[in-house]
């Protein structure tokens, strides 16, 4: 199997409320990293949602979502965080806790119906929250005199390379996040902005927001 280069995921934290038979299912959508991240999460939602009935969840984690979980939270087996994560891999997005809450109405609604419900309510809610997209960078450390900066800046800007951090002294020092298949075209291309000679050397790599 290749590495991934790229992958989606949600930016914050997105909620939608759907209505079945007087019964509220509230899907919550949260960018998470880390199992602890997760719990963190849910223990806030526990928190704020005192009153719900059920708080099923699904999540998956890392860039090619090696790591998922669901849980049905006293819901029939395989009624609530199945389809939840259903929803997650059907949207093709990782790094990423769904929940739906739910404030029983007092109508049954039966297994079959109560699946679609929760499956409905967590891909709506993904549906309608912001996506990003996360690529395999390498991070070089660029040394250029000040004169150069404002075009090499502009290129970077231009072209949606994140720049991670800027230090000015006698030299401009960047660090910068190239996607790794375009390494060789951006370097070519800032070498050909600059007369003069420039440091340029890898010092890391990770995954990166992309415009």
Same mark, same amino acid.
């Given at each position: 199997?290749?590495?991934?280069?790229?992958?989606?995921?949600?930016?914050?934290?997105?909620?939608?409320?759907?209505?079945?038979?007087?019964?509220?299912?509230?899907?919550?959508?949260?960018?998470?990293?880390? &199992?602890?991240? !997760? /719990?963190?999460?849910?223990?806030? %939602?526990?928190?704020?949602?005192? +009153?719900?009935?059920? @708080?099923?969840?699904?999540?998956?984690?890392?860039?090619?979502?090696?790591?998922?979980?669901?849980?049905?939270?006293?819901?029939?087996?395989?009624?609530?965080?199945?389809?939840?994560?259903?929803?997650?891999?059907?949207?093709?997005?990782?790094?990423?806790?769904?929940?739906?809450?739910?404030?029983?109405?007092?109508?049954?609604?039966?297994?079959?119906?109560?699946?679609?419900?929760?499956?409905?309510?967590?891909?709506?809610?993904?549906?309608?929250?912001?996506? &990003?997209?996360? !690529? /395999?960078?390498?991070?070089?450390? %660029?040394?250029?005199?000040?004169? +150069?900066?404002?075009? @090499?800046?502009?290129?970077?800007?231009?072209?949606?390379?994140?720049?991670?951090?800027?230090?000015?002294?006698?030299?401009?020092?960047?660090?910068?996040?190239?996607?790794?298949?375009?390494?060789?075209?951006?370097?070519?291309?800032?070498?050909?902005?600059?007369?003069?000679?420039?440091?340029?050397?890898?010092?890391?790599?990770?995954?990166?927001?992309?415009?």
């Amino acid at each position: 199997m290749g590495s991934v280069t790229e992958y989606l995921t949600v930016d914050g934290t997105n909620a939608l409320e759907v209505d079945e038979k007087r019964s509220r299912f509230i899907g919550v959508v949260t960018h998470v990293e880390r &199992v602890a991240d !997760v /719990d963190s999460f849910l223990e806030k %939602l526990r928190k704020s949602n005192k +009153d719900a009935k059920h @708080i099923a969840y699904g999540y998956c984690l890392g860039k090619d979502s090696s790591t998922s979980k669901n849980n049905d939270d006293g819901e029939p087996g395989g009624s609530a965080g199945a389809p939840i994560t259903e929803a997650i891999t059907k949207s093709g997005i990782t790094d990423c806790l769904v929940c739906v809450v739910r404030y029983f109405g007092g109508i049954q609604l039966g297994k079959s119906k109560l699946t679609r419900t929760y499956f409905n309510a967590a891909f709506e809610a993904i549906k309608q929250s912001k996506k &990003v997209r996360m !690529v /395999d960078c390498a991070i070089y450390g %660029l040394t250029i005199k000040y004169p +150069d900066f404002v075009s @090499i800046g502009t290129y970077l800007r231009d072209n949606h390379i994140p720049i991670i951090s800027a230090e000015y002294g006698d030299v401009v020092s960047l660090r910068v996040a190239f996607p790794v298949e375009e390494i060789d075209k951006h370097i070519s291309e800032i070498k050909m902005k600059i007369e003069e000679e420039f440091m340029c050397s890898k010092i890391d790599a990770g995954y990166f927001k992309m415009d």
